[in-house]
């Protein structure tokens, strides 16, 4: 019994003097035994299923929006309100928040650090589980202050940045061509 936990062997007794008990009770009939050790199978299971260990998965490296809907020209940018613009702005950076940080790792979500070949240490699990707090703390702060200050932005710089982010976006579909052998 040194595999069991101090729990698991107060259940186990608990369970061994019910069947005691239960077997005084029970005419020693062939129904009855067979309904007892069913009972008791079925009760080792359900222990068993209680106390098996769940792994959980392994968090996604990049995790969060990582795509935009749709890349824009100039003219469609020119004919788009202010606050439009803001808003494609502020999806663009949360978007190079999620990837540019990690492209050495992945510039896709699902990859995992398990599916990289880092072994899921304490310590490799909880640095990444740091990192995606502090990049959701980043972006959230960066928001914060872009919905303060950027309305006063000029609508020439504001188009500026968002084709530039954008570019920078499509560029990362051909990240696989810097790496080479």
């Known amino acids: 019994m040194c595999f069991f936990s101090k729990k698991m062997s107060k259940k186990v007794d608990l369970f061994n003097n019910l069947y005691r008990f239960a077997s005084l009770r029970i005419n020693k009939s062939p129904k009855m035994k067979t309904k007892l050790t069913l009972f008791s199978i079925l009760f080792f299971l359900m222990i068993g299923t209680s106390f098996a260990q769940k792994k959980d998965k392994s968090p996604s490296i990049i995790s969060g929006k990582v795509n935009i809907s749709k890349y824009h020209s100039r003219e469609d940018l020119e004919k788009l309100p202010k606050g439009d613009l803001l808003t494609l702005y502020i999806e663009r950076i949360e978007v190079i928040v999620n990837i540019l940080p990690n492209i050495a ?50 609508t020439t710089d504001l188009i500026a940045a968002i084709l530039f982010y954008e570019s920078t976006l499509k560029a990362l579909h051909t990240y696989e061509d810097f790496k080479r052998d």
Not at 140 to 145: L, N, P, T
Request: glycine share 4%; proline share 6%.
């Open 105 to 154: 790792f992945a510039t896709k979500p699902g990859v995992t650090m398990a599916s990289l070949g880092i072994p899921e240490t304490k310590d490799n699990t909880k640095a990444l589980e740091e990192n995606i707090e502090a990049s959701e703390t980043y972006f959230d702060k960066a928001i914060e202050f872009q919905k303060k200050i950027l309305p006063y932005s000029d």
